[in-house]
């Protein structure tokens, strides 16, 4: 947002926070959504709020809206205090919960993609450590007058940012997908959801990365620290063993169920997320730990590739002897990452995708081309339930022997800065 706009959005942060006090210690910067967003000539289920970054104290904490009316009105609400859902039938708009009542409201245009945004910097007064503000969405379809509202959210503000603690590794020390690492995080605040936090090895030399999935967050009282445990889900395609970074972030995730597909199925899920990576939580990981591709597998990598605007990645023939063709019992995983910039107040953020492996079912024998028809369904339907249909378009490009699955940004405005990522066959 304009520089005007962030000065007087800071001046209501100030003024709400004004309200509050002093407050215990929290235990760490949190930031959760509530409610759910209401239609007002929009797509996707209603406007939706999402908070872009952590409201720790001395940082800035930005809130955006989406899936709002293009080119219309936004009322942006922050409190010190939730009220009891206000229906607003009594404006035209029954159904529609409003859960938050000014003293600070912003009001500002929504743009063509019916997004807007506002910056707080949070003040670096450790007397509002523990203290929560709430915020909602309210959004004016100009054509119609249709009101609507956004889903709500609560900030609970911190001192002190998420710091990772010396990672342990669950056998087996070394090897392929389902080796198990356990991190501890300081002043993490990650509730006990896995999907709102994010890990990955990063290779400083390569920059080739692997995905780790979160299986459970515990909060330890007795050291104050979310004990994180993960296995390894994607693999990159290494020589061999080498140091590498752990990068964790942590955003909203979600792990919707897969259609199974003619002659793929899914038998876990898809995972999708969305959010912000955490100040100052790389750490080196043992040497030991860092895997090497298994024999059993095969890694190709994600291209990023500015010229189009979008990754790929190219499905191999199969490469353990059939002919080439993909047998019973087979399995592909996928996993990609990358950043999107949009301006004019869309939201910027990183995502990460990532599909269980799909097996061949009995029965078939697949094609690399047919592997990459079925599979970027699948993909696109994980993207879909999270971002909503149309932010990120994954198509399959088939022709000859050209078996290529395509991720890219369909709104024209929105700049892909880069990404990568792996698919993995195994036999």
Not at 72 to 76: I, K, N, P, T
């Given at each position: ?12 942060w100030l003024g ?9 210690c ?6 959760t ?15 939706a ?14 809130i ?7 080119n ?5 609400i ?12 009594f ?37 509002l ?11 004016v379809?100009?054509?119609t ?7 709500g959210?609560?900030?609970t503000?911190?001192a002190?940012?998420p ?19 356990v ?8 509730g ?9 090895l990063?290779?400083p030399?390569t ?5 780790l ?6 909060f ?60 100052g ?9 860092v895997p090497?591709?298994?024999v059993n ?14 990754m ?18 087979s ?6 990452h990358?950043d ?36 970027a ?17 994954i ?33």
């Open positions: 947002m304009q520089h005007g706009s962030h000065l007087v959005a800071r001046a209501a709400c926070l004004a309200l509050l006090g002093a407050r215990a929290a235990q760490g910067p949190t930031f959504r509530f409610g759910i967003g209401c239609p007002s000539s929009t797509r996707n289920g209603g406007p709020l999402h908070n872009n970054g952590l409201p720790a104290l001395g940082f800035p904490l930005q955006d809206l989406t899936q709002a009316p293009p219309g009105f936004a009322l942006f922050l409190a010190a205090q939730r009220i009891a859902p206000l229906d607003l039938g404006v035209g708009a029954a159904g529609c919960l409003l859960h938050v009542l000014p003293p600070v409201d912003l009001s500002m245009p929504t743009n063509a993609a019916g997004a807007a945004a506002v910056t707080f910097l949070v003040p670096n007064n450790l007397g450590a523990g203290a929560s503000v709430h915020a909602q969405w309210v959004t379809a100009l054509t007058l249709q009101i609507g509202v956004s889903n959210g609560t900030a503000l911190a002190v940012l710091a990772l603690s010396n990672p342990t590794v669950i056998a087996p020390p070394s090897g392929g997908l389902g080796t198990q690492i991190v501890r995080v300081r002043n993490g605040g990650f006990n959801n896995p999907d709102n936090c994010c890990l990955r990063v290779d030399v920059n080739e990365m692997s995905l999935r979160v299986t459970s967050i515990v330890d009282a007795a050291t104050s620290e979310d004990v994180v445990t993960a296995r390894l889900a994607t693999v990159a395609n290494r020589g061999g063993p080498v140091q590498a970074n752990i990068g964790m972030m942590r955003g909203g995730g979600f792990s919707p169920p897969v259609n199974a597909s003619t002659c793929l199925n899914t038998p876990v899920s898809a995972w999708v997320w969305e959010g912000t990576s955490l100040p939580s790389g750490l080196m990981v043992p040497t030991s730990f090497t591709p298994s597998q095969q890694v190709v990598q994600f291209v990023y590739e500015s010229a189009s605007n979008s790929y990645v190219d499905v191999p023939v199969y490469p353990f002897g059939n002919g080439g063709l993909y047998p019973p019992t399995g592909v995983t996928s996993d990609a990358g999107i910039q949009c301006g004019g107040g869309v939201p910027n953020g990183h995502f990460d995708q990532f599909v269980e492996t799909a097996t061949v079912k009995p029965g078939c024998n697949m094609t690399n081309q047919t592997v990459a028809i079925e599979h369904p699948q993909l696109q339907q994980a993207f879909n339930n999270v971002f909503g249909a149309g932010r990120l378009t198509t399959s490009e088939t022709a000859g022997p050209l078996a290529r699955i395509r991720i890219k940004p369909t709104n024209p405005a929105c700049i892909l800065l880069g990404g990568g990522g792996s698919l993995v066959v195994t036999q």
